[in-house]
C-alpha cells in the first residue's frame, strides 16, 4: 500500500496570510490525526477526523481547522498567519480507535 | 493529565555498543504505547508498539521496548547500535476514552548520535 502522503512539502508565506495543506491517508484508512513540530514545543496534536467527523481537537486557536472527505483525504487550514506558525506539520492514518498511526514526510511551512 | 518523559535529549554511543533510550509515562488508566523514530526532514516512522499482551516487544531494525507497569516506564533499546541508527526517537502514548481519539501525546525526543 501507498503511504500517507502531504502536499505540499514546502511552503513559505507571509503574515496575515492563509495557508491550506493537504494529506492523503493510506487506503483503508478513515482516521487523520494533525500534528505540529517546533524545536520549542515539540509534537503538538491539532486534531483527529473520522469519517468526516472531528473527534478531538488540541489546545489550538481556532485560526486552525480542518476537514476530511467522504474519501478519508483531509485538508487543514490556517488562517492569519503568524510567525509562530512556522513548523513541520505532520499527518498521520490509522485505522481508528487506538491503533498505530502512520506519518506522512510533513509539510514544512514558513511564515515571513 | 496524561504525560510522557523522556529522559536525556541527546545520547551518544559508539558504534557496536548498547542503545538505551528512556521513557516514562503518567496515566491513569492503561495506555498504549509506541517509540517513533524521525530522520532529518522525514515524518516519522514507527519502530514498534505495546497494546496488550507481552511486554517486552520487538520492533523494525533490532529495536525492542519492555513496559514495566509498576515503574511506568516504556524503555527503547537495542543490542548494538549502527550509524544509520543516528535519528530523532520518540516515545508517544495513547489512552483508551472518548478525549484521546487519535491523539498520540509525545516526549520530548532523544536525539541518538552514534561514533564510529
Known amino acids: 500500500k501507498a503511504g500517507v502522503t502531504q502536499t505540499p512539502r514546502y511552503l513559505i508565506k507571509t503574515r496575515g496570510q492563509q495557508v491550506t495543506l493537504s494529506c492523503s491517508p493510506i487506503?483503508?484508512?478513515?482516521?487523520v490525526s494533525w500534528y505540529q513540530q517546533t524545536p520549542g514545543q515539540g509534537l503538538q496534536f491539532l486534531f483527529e477526523?473520522?469519517?468526516?467527523?472531528?473527534?478531538n481537537k488540541g489546545n489550538f486557536p481556532g485560526r486552525f481547522s480542518g476537514r476530511q472527505f467522504s474519501n478519508s483525504r483531509s485538508e487543514m487550514n490556517v488562517s492569519t498567519l503568524e510567525l509562530g506558525d512556522s513548523a513541520l506539520y505532520l499527518c498521520?492514518?490509522?485505522?481508528?480507535?487506538?491503533?498505530?498511526?502512520?506519518f506522512g514526510p510533513g509539510t514544512r511551512l514558513t511564515v515571513l | 493529565a496524561q504525560s510522557v518523559t523522556q529522559l536525556g535529549s541527546h545520547v551518544s554511543v559508539s558504534e557496536g555498543a548498547l542503545v538505551l533510550l528512556r521513557c516514562n509515562y503518567s496515566?491513569?488508566?492503561?495506555?498504549?504505547l509506541f517509540w517513533y523514530v524521525q530522520y532529518p526532514n522525514q515524518g516519522l516512522q514507527l519502530l514498534l508498539k505495546?497494546?496488550?499482551?507481552?511486554?517486552l516487544v520487538k520492533g523494525i531494525n533490532g529495536f525492542e521496548a519492555e513496559f514495566k507497569k509498576s515503574e511506568t516506564s516504556f524503555h527503547l533499546t537495542k543490542p548494538s547500535a549502527h550509524m544509520s541508527d543516528a535519528a530523532e526517537y520518540f516515545c508517544?502514548?495513547?489512552?483508551?476514552?472518548?478525549?484521546?481519539?487519535?491523539?498520540?501525546?509525545f516526549g520530548q525526543g532523544t536525539i541518538l548520535t552514534v561514533h564510529p
Open positions: 498521520a492514518s490509522s485505522e481508528g480507535g487506538y491503533n498505530e498511526q502512520f
Open positions: 487506503s483503508g484508512h478513515r482516521s
Open positions: 477526523y473520522f469519517s468526516e467527523t472531528q473527534r
Open positions: 496515566s491513569s488508566v492503561p495506555p498504549y
Open positions: 505495546y497494546t496488550t499482551g507481552a511486554t
Open positions: 508517544a502514548v495513547s489512552f483508551a476514552g472518548g478525549t484521546s481519539y487519535g491523539k498520540l501525546t
